[in-house]
């Protein structure tokens, strides 16, 4: 009787682990050609004899269980660079652990603190929108008061949109871009004409001028 409950715990373990570990998918170097193009993925390239790389297990694997149960659209795999070389030279990785994104065939390299909050923020920064809307008075505020940093585009589609948004495609890594329209801006805010793109900083702002592209690579982030 204990032998068969022992080997009834045994499987429950067992299983328990497997369910568990669902959550981060290993992947290998054939891995560019079978995932989905739309997929965005989080990894982390590891090798089996780097520490700090066992250091991360643990937060790999709540990272993984934790976007699994809010339902995120990032997949969360990790990688062995001494049996998958490929695939950590595919993501030009020059250390471990490393850990990138790849959206849209773009990637980013994520250099942060390797904690979960961190980690977690830049998955869902870089796994959302490039250009996040905030439609009315109380978005605005609430995304005010959570970021010190606001790159904010006013204005209807136009060709200074594109360019904002072709500028969050690279520099997501770094700060969250918005979008808005002039009503749900305070009144205090002056801009001689619209569309704009204007940097909310320590309860100031100011506004871009000319090619948007070079101008925001310029502010140092
Ligand atoms: C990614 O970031 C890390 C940490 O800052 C850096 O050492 C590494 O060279 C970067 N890798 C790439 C491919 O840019
Ligand atoms: C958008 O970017 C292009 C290419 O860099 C530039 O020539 C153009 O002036 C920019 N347009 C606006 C409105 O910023």
Redesign the pocket.
Known sequence: MSEWRNSMLLSVLLLLAGSASAFVEELDDSFMETRGDEDIWLIKFYTPWCSFCRQLDPVWHQIGSELTSRGSPVHVGKSDGSTSPGLSKE?????YP?ILMLKKNVKY???GARTKEAILDFANRVGGPLVRSLSSVQLFQHAMSHHDVMFLYIGATSELKGNFTSSAEELIVHTYFFSASRDVLPKAVSLPSLPAVVVFKDGSYFQYEGETRTSLRQEPL
Request: glycine content about 12%; aromatic content about 22%.
């Open positions: 993501f030009k990785v020059r250390g490393a390299n994520y250099s």
